[in-house]
């Protein structure tokens, strides 16, 4: 699954470390810094089961360890930097705050590699990998569109940043694909983790007639809103089954083992490189499934056949097909037969037709 994620990675890469011999070298200490506490689903949790996965796989050549809940900025940085002093070869700082703390960071630190993970900034010793989060946000979007019943879906939002814009446009897109009626209603947060305020913008949007609701936040709480009053949400970053049997349609899961064991390998056999990976469905850093109760099997069907189209390519989210493609203020953004570049998605700044809501929170 991952031959075509290392060979992105060489063809990408442009700074070497020199190969030594590692027959009796000493266990690769590897470090991990996560933006909230390790809970029990969410964002964290699928970095926390990389960096398990990567103990399975390397066993007593690795040796890992991890620091929770550090807010982005000053903090992060002191956090990264201690780690660096306590002999920590590799550092993962899997959150886009956590990027201007790793760089400066590692410019004392040049004989330690980092991986900034939602970053774009590299330097010899950091590199950066994200993924196509906006591949799954399409294929849950249309579950949603053909489970909601009043045409209306909620959208917990943290930050209007441009990984967040992709999703809820490739939602809204999904949605609309098999729901032409379907709309999306915003509302953000500003916030990557506040579990009451995503309870609270979760029950808002469906008293206001939502009977579907995705978000981009980092807790259950919208899950367990949905599952407390009958209705249907969209699980993110992991399966969340436990939290919401009835009304989870469909979770958008990140698969960060294979990624985190390739690079910790590299590292132990001297040939890890920096460079820029941005891997999907494709590469298998992106997977849509774990349907729920409510979910018919011509739906199921339907969804993972789209999966697969995605992954040959047959099926780009940002491709005009029918027609052109364009803003909630009207605007063509794609036109018929186009579809937008990798750095046009990565610059995403406007909301689709269908999407309520504004690019600045208000």
């Not at 190969?19 to 470090?31: I, Y």
């Not at 050549?61 to 000053?74: D, H, K, L």
């Not at 590199?127 to 489970?147: F, K, Q, S, V």
Request: proline share 4%.
């Amino acid at each position: 699954m991952y031959k075509n994620l290392a060979a992105a990675l060489v063809a990408a890469c442009a700074f070497s470390f020199p190969t030594a011999s590692h027959a009796a070298d000493p266990p690769l200490k590897a470090a991990f810094v996560y933006v909230t506490p390790v809970t029990d689903a969410g964002w964290v949790r699928q970095h926390e089961e990389g960096r398990q996965a990567v103990e399975a796989a390397l066993g007593a050549r690795v040796r890992t360890s991890f620091v929770e809940n550090v807010a982005e900025g000053a903090d992060a940085e002191r956090v990264i930097r201690d780690l660096a002093q306590q002999g920590n070869r590799l550092i993962f700082t899997p959150s886009f705050g956590y990027m201007e703390p790793t760089l400066k960071v590692a410019r004392d630190f040049p004989d330690v590699m980092f991986e900034s993970i939602t970053g774009y900034k590299t330097a010899p010793n950091v590199a950066t990998a994200n993924a196509r989060y906006y591949e799954g946000r399409y294929l849950a979007g249309i579950a949603a569109g053909r489970m909601t019943r009043t045409h209306l879906a909620g959208y917990v939002a943290g930050f209007p940043i441009p990984e967040v814009l992709q999703g809820i446009n490739a939602f809204a897109l999904g949605m609309r694909s098999v729901n032409p009626q379907a709309q999306v209603r915003v509302v953000w947060l500003n916030e990557w983790f506040d579990p009451p305020r995503e309870r609270d913008a979760a029950m808002t949007l469906f008293n206001q007639n939502a009977d579907v609701v995705a978000f981009h936040t980092g807790s259950t709480a919208v899950m367990s809103a949905a599952q407390e009053l009958g209705k249907l949400a969209i699980a993110y970053h992991s399966d969340m089954r436990r939290i919401a049997p009835d009304a989870q349609i469909v979770a958008v899961t990140h698969q960060w083992g294979g990624y985190y064991t390739q690079r910790a390998r590299a590292v132990l056999d001297g040939t890890w490189k920096s460079g820029k990976l941005w891997g999907g469905v494709k590469e298998g850093m992106i997977r849509v499934g774990d349907f729920g109760t409510q979910v018919p099997q011509a739906v199921r069907q339907e969804v993972l056949a789209r999966q697969q189209d995605i992954a040959s390519g047959r099926l780009q989210p940002f491709r005009a097909v029918a027609g052109d493609v364009r803003d909630n203020q009207g605007h063509v953004v794609i036109a018929k037969g186009a579809q937008l570049s990798d750095e046009q998605i990565l610059r995403m700044n406007w909301l689709a037709e269908g999407v309520q809501g504004h690019v600045s929170a208000r």
